[in-house]
């Protein structure tokens, strides 16, 4: 079974501060793995995702994840945050083509200026 | 836009009742997914269709129910609902494809459902 776990479920930082939220995944097979971002009354958007490859991968929005296998690990990154960054981030796994994504509990961004 | 429309947007309802809630995946789109997404439990898996039979299951009470049309809109029906009931209902559509190669799943904006 698969299982994704987002440690911390609120981060808070200063506008122009590196932005870090953390993710790790349970896989029994080489997992798919994905960033999602939630703004208030909205749908969930894709940021990024990694399936194979290059194991840094780049998103929208300036943010980016490492696919770490000895870590089991896909933190997400952004080197300067913006008060637009404030929502709520997911992260998820997959391993086949077309089954379900399998969500983290989500960790709410804040953004102070 | 996402391209994965959901309808209603907001739904309130007494206890006892049922409801059914739409989507149109994008379009080109055979897997439609349900899910459920509350304060307590985060977003949880309901259901998965592909090209109108059921793929897979998961959390999914037996109340409730979804299916998909031979267009490829679905529907989740919800029935005797229960307070724990309200959430925000999320239907996401994706491409599949042959092989290991995992697409991502575009998200509609959510039904609300409120049940008083």
């Known amino acids: 079974a698969q299982s994704v776990t987002q440690l911390g479920s609120h981060v808070s930082v200063s506008e122009g501060a590196l932005v870090l939220l953390r993710c790790n995944y349970s896989?029994?097979?080489?997992?798919?793995l994905f960033w999602y971002v939630q703004y208030p009354n909205q749908g969930l958007q894709l940021l990024l995702k990694?399936?194979?490859?290059?194991?840094l991968v780049k998103g929208i929005n300036g943010f980016e994840a490492e696919f770490k296998k000895s870590e089991t690990s896909f933190h997400l990154t952004k080197p300067s945050a913006h008060m637009s960054d404030a929502a709520e981030y997911f992260c998820a796994v997959n391993s086949w083509a077309g089954t379900a994504l399998i969500f983290g509990k989500g960790t709410t961004l804040s953004v102070s200026s | 836009d996402s391209g994965v429309t959901q309808t209603p947007k907001h739904l309130i309802t007494a206890t006892g009742q049922r409801v059914t809630l739409r989507c149109s995946p994008r379009?080109?789109?055979?897997?439609v997914y349900w899910y459920q997404q509350s304060l307590d439990q985060g977003l949880q898996f309901l259901i998965q269709?592909?090209?109108?039979?059921?793929?897979a299951k998961g959390n999914i009470l037996e109340r409730f129910s979804a299916q998909q049309f031979p267009d490829l809109h679905s529907e989740l029906n919800l029935s005797s609902l229960e307070l724990g009931d309200s959430a925000l209902y999320f239907c996401a559509s994706s491409v599949e494809l042959t092989g290991r190669v995992g697409p991502e799943a575009f998200f509609g904006q959510g039904t609300r459902l409120t049940v008083v």
């Open positions: 896989s029994s097979v080489p997992p798919y």
């Open positions: 990694y399936t194979t490859g290059a194991t």
């Open positions: 269709y592909y090209n109108g039979e059921e793929r």
């Open positions: 379009s080109g789109d055979l897997s």
